[in-house]
């Protein structure tokens, strides 16, 4: 049935585009790092997925856990190594947003350099779970519905981690007004630095997710970023609700787009609806910064 496909093709689509949204949230809202590497660090985790699964190391869902504790970790030491010393010398929030869109401008060129090197400019993919699985009728590929239950359990997980819990609540403080974070105990820096490395293990997750029912090329990074952008953007800066709802609308719209007129247009229909919306509500589809 068409709806089936329509619905599944929607909610996976959404589900990777909430993730990597997600991580663009925390570590902008939060952190203050527009991090114009985004992409290319979710790429660069489908290009390994994809060397250690040909290699019989591990296999995506094995690769998918442990890419979650080794992203936050390698994200941890990006920040502390690259990005924490340029919060330090930064005079003004405007000041440090300039310098980590240099930084990371850099850094998307490097990872996307050495996995042009290591796998070449073509498009890669490999075959895992492809059979069909009947859903109302309609086969859909196991694969698809794997990516898209796991993300939408690791989108609750997270939200639920911001809502209910301490660091989640001085995460949402951080975002609010992070100038005035320290004066209810919180280290900023700290908090900074986990909410960066929050975010970068989400895109990574995302990467692997990716590579189990997408082909995937070293160019991708930029498309997938600005992607990012628009969600948080529609969503609202630091709304974590916001984020999660902007990111079905966009991944609705392309799979309509796809489905009814033509795939080339997904990336035109993505960018009307975002200046559409700049233009009737440029605050973004929620008011509210923070969720509650």
């Not at 909610?11 to 663009?24: E, N, Q, S, V």
């Not at 796998?119 to 698809?144: C, D």
């Not at 709304?239 to 609308?249: E, I, K, R, T």
């Amino acid at each position: 049935m068409l709806i089936v496909e329509v619905l599944v093709g929607g909610l996976t689509l959404g589900g990777i585009y909430a993730l990597i949204a997600l991580g663009l949230t925390l570590q902008y809202g939060v952190a203050r790092i527009m991090n114009l590497a985004h992409g290319e660090v979710m790429i660069a985790a489908s290009f390994a997925t994809y060397a250690l699964f040909g290699a019989g190391v591990l296999n995506p869902l094995a690769a998918f856990a442990l890419a979650l504790p080794v992203g936050f970790a390698l994200q941890w030491l990006l920040y502390r190594g690259l990005l924490a010393p340029l919060v330090r010398r930064a005079a003004t929030p405007a000041a440090l947003e300039v310098d980590s869109i240099l930084a990371t401008f850099g850094l998307l060129f490097v990872i996307e350099g050495v996995l042009l090197v290591l796998f070449g400019g073509g498009y890669q993919s490999y075959g895992f779970l492809a059979q069909g699985v009947s859903v109302g009728g309609t086969p859909v590929a196991a694969n698809r519905l794997l990516a898209a239950g796991v993300a939408a359990a690791l989108c609750v997980a997270v939200y639920g981690g911001l809502a209910w819990t301490r660091w989640g609540t001085a995460m949402r403080a951080m975002a609010n007004a992070p100038r005035f974070a320290h004066l209810v105990g919180i280290d900023p820096r700290a908090m900074a630095a986990l909410a960066f490395a929050l975010g970068g293990a989400l895109v990574i997750g995302a990467g692997v997710l990716v590579s189990m029912f997408l082909p995937f090329s070293t160019s991708q990074g930029v498309a997938f970023t600005m992607k990012a952008l628009v969600i948080v953007i529609l969503g609202g800066v630091g709304n974590v609700m916001g984020c999660l709802a902007a990111a079905l609308l966009l991944a609705f719209v392309e799979t309509l787009v796809a489905r009814f007129i033509d795939p080339g247009l997904t990336l035109a229909a993505t960018f009307l609806i975002f200046l559409l919306v700049l233009l009737v509500r440029p605050q973004g589809l929620f008011a509210r910064r923070v969720a509650r």
